[in-house]
């Protein structure tokens, strides 16, 4: 009996040593797995916190590339234990087809959106113009670009829309030029009407002597003489002076009775009688 079981022990023992060895295999493997799965991610991100780079980018790659690397891990593991990894990679890889395909618009605007964060062509406070809508950008993620409209609203644009449209950065650079245009009557001397505009923008607290101002003659009209008047500003003023100087110029003009025409037309009676 004793010999029975010592065959029994013998027969047994060379496959519990190997699913034991497989098991401690298996633990050193998935402990160095995550550790570098983590460090990986921690050194992408590191990367994006470079001065001129976005941080939500480097999160996402991060995060990417950490669940990549756990995910041959524990095909490694698997593999330990004789599994056949073959057919579960190829079954992951038909999945993540069929999701891709499934989710095409979604993938085209995590693409778009890689693209801002790489590009950089706005950042958040900054107000832009893109898609068809104006406002600041308060929120920039993997999918869709956040904007706070003037009137308190939340407008959500999918990445996909902006990155193949026209983008307009009014707050990229530090000085704006502010165009607006002002008509008068032909019957008006021009350099007065000139010295009364350069007068508005010399008193306005917000437009820059440096640069000065751009007041010219642009267009003679059919029925006025228009002057296009550009002053500049701190991008963050650009807005207080467009909608202040066209009533303060108008206000100008009327003081110093300058004539600002507006369209009418001359009608001549005749009498056939006469």
Known sequence: MEFLDSIDINQHLPAAIAWATNILLAIVILIIGFWIAGSANKLIINIGKGKHLDDTLFRFLGSFARYLILAFVFIAVLN?????????????????LAVGLALQGAMSNLAAGVMLLIF????????????????????????????QTFDQ??????????????IINHSHYDVRGVDMHFGVAYGESTDAARAVIDSVLANHPHILKDPAPFVEVETLNDSSVDFLVRPFCKGEHYFDV??????????ALDENGIEIPFPHRKVIMVNENA
Do not use: H
Not at 80 to 96: E, N, P, Y
Not at 120 to 147: H, Q, S
Not at 242 to 251: F, G, R
């Open 153 to 166: 609203q939340q407008v959500i644009i999918p990445n996909s829309q902006i990155w193949g449209e026209k």
């Open 80 to 96: 330990r234990f004789g599994v056949q990894t073959a057919s579960i990679v190829a079954l992951l890889g038909a999945a993540g």
């Open 120 to 147: 950089r062509p706005y950042k958040v406070g900054d107000f832009i113009d893109a898609a068809g809508c104006f406002g600041n950008v308060t929120e920039i993620d993997m999918f869709t670009t956040i904007l």
């Open 242 to 251: 467009l909608y202040s100087v066209p009533e303060l110029i108008k206000k």
